[in-house]
């Protein structure tokens, strides 16, 4: 299953490339490097934004703290995609070898085969965060900031 799900990705992947004009390697360096985690840094700053642009129309300790975590909570994934950038920087193809080479290195290591590991990394832990990034951002946005305005909207039907 999951050879056959590696393979309808990899399919997936080469139509891309054959629709865009571009290698293989370039699209997949474009898919999984920049792509990939310029979408978890945007996610994750999503719930940061909300909270600074929401802290200047009222400063109050519990929006202070709430959007401190939310600083912290972004740090590591800006922080891990200017590692990545910085690892696979420079042209496509060999971007794409060193990509390979370790991945190679880290599915010899865990003892998972090269496409248990890619499946796991770019689609499960993906999917994943960026899910997890959505939903704390909805988290926010419903609970913590509108929770003066449902006050007040009780309070005006009393």
């Excluded at 909300?50 to 912290?72: E, N, Y």
């Amino acid at each position: 299953m999951v050879d056959a799900l590696f393979k309808f990705c990899q399919g997936v992947m080469e139509v891309v490339a054959v629709l865009s004009g571009y290698s293989y390697p370039t699209v997949n360096t474009l898919a999984f490097v920049y792509l990939q985690p310029a979408l978890l840094i945007c996610t994750a700053a999503l719930p940061m934004l909300l909270m600074i642009f929401k802290l200047w129309k009222q400063r109050t300790p519990k929006r202070f703290s709430i959007t401190a975590a939310t600083v912290v909570w972004f740090l590591p994934f800006a922080f891990g995609g200017l590692k990545i950038w910085d690892r696979y920087k420079g042209e496509f193809d060999a971007a794409f070898d060193k990509l390979l080479a370790d991945l190679g290195y880290l599915s010899d290591i865990t003892a998972l085969g090269f496409e248990w590991l890619c499946i796991l990394l770019f689609i499960v832990a993906f999917l994943f965060l960026f899910l997890l990034n959505v939903f704390f951002f909805t988290l926010l946005r419903n609970t913590v900031l509108d929770a003066p305005r449902v006050k007040r909207r009780k309070k005006a039907k009393k």
